[in-house]
């Protein structure tokens, strides 16, 4: 009897372990713009080939628009500058396109219909939500998604040319 019992507390540690390992399966962040309305939100899901955004859109003005992972949990409105330079680990040069680069934190473009409503995914294989990792979103001081007024040219180091920064959102748990 006594033999069966320690086998029960062995398995249930194991597992406990194990969750304490996984990555979060799923968080979210909330566009805020400069005014502080809510125009969209993210779904951010940890998978083998990388970690999944998924954007959706309610209010940004129609046009191509810069999207990049940056470096602080921070979104004091009406800039943004306190979510910092784009989320770089490997402390490369700015731009998808750049030979020198890029930051972990360049995503694609996203292109904005009239409506302004827009649902678009990325896989992003350079960061991951596993906490204690060089490249996690859930390093000390957390990382944030912004949208910027311009595109990017992705190469002009250290931002690509991409104007105002015209909503935030904190990556939550
Ligand atoms: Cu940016
Ligand atoms: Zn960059």
Do not use: W, Y
């Amino acid at each position: 009897m006594r033999m069966i019992v320690s086998v029960c507390i062995g398995v249930t540690a194991a597992a406990a372990l194990l969750i304490a390992q996984a990555a979060p399966a799923q968080v979210k962040a909330e566009f805020k713009d400069a005014k502080g309305q809510m125009v969209g939100q993210a779904t951010i899901t940890e998978t083998p080939k990388g970690v999944q955004l998924r954007l959706t859109l309610i209010g940004v003005p129609e046009g191509t628009h810069a999207f990049h992972i940056h470096a602080t949990g921070k979104c004091d409105p009406p800039m943004f500058t306190t979510a910092g330079d784009h989320f770089n680990p490997e402390h490369k040069q700015h731009g998808r396109d750049n030979p020198m680069g890029r930051h972990a934190g360049d995503m694609p473009n996203v292109t904005v219909p009239a409506s302004g409503r827009l649902i678009v995914e990325h896989v992003e294989p350079m960061v991951t939500l596993k906490a204690g990792a060089a490249n996690s979103l859930f390093d000390a001081d957390g990382a944030a998604l912004i949208i910027h007024q311009a595109p990017d040219d992705n190469k002009t180091d250290p931002a690509g040319n991409t104007g105002a920064r015209i909503a935030c959102g904190v990556i939550t748990k």
